[in-house]
């Protein structure tokens, strides 16, 4: 039980890939202060450490295919029982398998948290465009889109300065790769996500970042009137 008696909750993004969960978990985070919990940017986290777990995924995200369920399961595990998710945590990109689903809701059960799942809802022919546009920054993680949301100076992190780079899994037969595995293994979760917890799906297609935003801080306030 959390400190001062109020639930746990867990706050799960939910999309296909350049739905732009990363960026509305980036300002959840800073409204909720809730930490974001990534498991593509962990698995990078890894990659970039060359360590053993790194050394695992790192043809597999290159590849664009999922790792493997135990190996996120133990990560988000881990990673929800430290002292700063006391209070409640943004989960971006897990679960993406039913059985991550499974394993997560009855994680949560365990421990008494109060999961509420938020489903970004793209027009798949948007998808594509927005990922071979994609640039991040590889310091702070920030997301520029050089036609829709370029940075000020060009190929430059406004905030670092950095120089901006392309996700390697954001090349166009890695897109394709990516989206077919989000159709059959990922999809599926919604209908059971859906049916098993509190659940919001929101129109991202045309919206803006913050437009989205407001809808789903709306029903996360409602959901804590509830
Ligand atoms: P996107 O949502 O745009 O595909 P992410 O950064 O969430 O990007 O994930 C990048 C890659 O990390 C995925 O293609 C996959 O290889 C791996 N990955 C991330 N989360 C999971 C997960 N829950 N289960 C399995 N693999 C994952």
Do not use: W
Not at 100 to 117: G, M, N, W, Y
Not at 140 to 157: Q, S
Not at 173 to 200: C, G, S, W
Request: charged share 30%; with cysteine; glycine share 8%.
């Amino acid at each position: 039980m959390a400190s001062g008696g109020s639930p746990r909750k867990a706050l799960v993004l939910f999309g296909p890939p350049g739905s732009g969960k990363g960026t509305q978990a980036k300002l959840l985070t800073q409204t909720l202060r809730y930490p974001h919990i990534s498991t593509g940017d962990m698995l990078r986290e890894h990659i970039k450490a060359g360590d053993s777990i790194g050394t695992k995924v790192r043809d597999l995200l290159k590849a664009g295919q999922l790792v493997p369920d135990e190996m996120v399961d133990e990560m988000v595990r881990e990673r929800i029982d430290r002292p700063d998710c006391e209070r409640g945590f943004i989960l971006d990109g897990y679960p993406r398998t039913l059985q991550q689903a499974k394993t997560i809701l009855d994680r949560f059960r365990e421990r008494s948290i109060e999961p509420t799942v938020v489903y970004l809802k793209v027009d798949e022919d948007k998808l594509v465009g927005r990922l071979t546009n994609r640039r991040q920054c590889p310091q702070c993680g920030t997301l520029y889109n050089v036609l829709l949301k370029p940075p000020i100076v060009r190929g430059r992190c406004d905030m670092e300065g950095a120089r901006l780079i392309v996700r390697e899994d954001d090349r166009e037969d890695v897109i394709r790769e990516r989206f077919e595995n989000y159709a059959r293994q990922t999809q599926p979760v919604i209908a059971f996500l859906e049916k098993n917890a509190p659940f919001f799906a929101v129109e991202a297609s045309e919206a803006s970042p913050e437009q989205i935003f407001l809808q789903i801080g709306e029903f996360v306030r409602n959901g804590e009137r509830r």
